[in-house]
């Protein structure tokens, strides 16, 4: 059975319209409305192995707030989707991710248990269109819609495009090792409890 989903959200605030398949090839069409972010999620895509729409019209004339957090809230609900029983998945996943003098490691579990981690010293500011503080808020949707206990740590780094991109990069790569379907498991649901 494919594992894809297409979520669509629409608030005061936003529009938005999330179409992910787990047994993709890391193809990105992405229009955010945020240039920066559209980055972020291109790499998040190619390296999760993913292929991934993501379509926002979002309150720009305010700030980015919106837009970003509900794009996570809505990627977050479409990939619990697309996983549905988990049956038959890794489960954890991990990656150090370097660029450059940057370095970030991700670490998640699959859990049912939305929660984020974070210790990512993220430069207070811009970078192009993009508020560096939605970082966060981003991944807080991120996890708490797509029930992962994500744990996101920053080892080294300065410039905050490099960053950025290691943890986007490194919660790619690790999605794409906890979501891949594990032959040994025969189709079980990795846990103790029969469910996640
Ligand atoms: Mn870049």
Redesign the pocket.
Known sequence: MAREATITRTTAETDIAVTVNLDGTGRADLSTGIGFFD?MLS?FARHSRMDLAVSVAGDLEVDGHHSVEDAGIVLGQALGAALGDKAGIARFGSAFVPMDEALVLAALDISGRGQLHWAVEVPFGMVGDFDTQLAREFFIALAANAGITLHMRQLAGDNV?HIL?AAFKACGRALREAVAIDGALAGEVPSTKGVL
Request: without cysteine; hydrophobic residues 25%; charged residues 25%.
């Open positions: 980055h790499a495009h991109e």
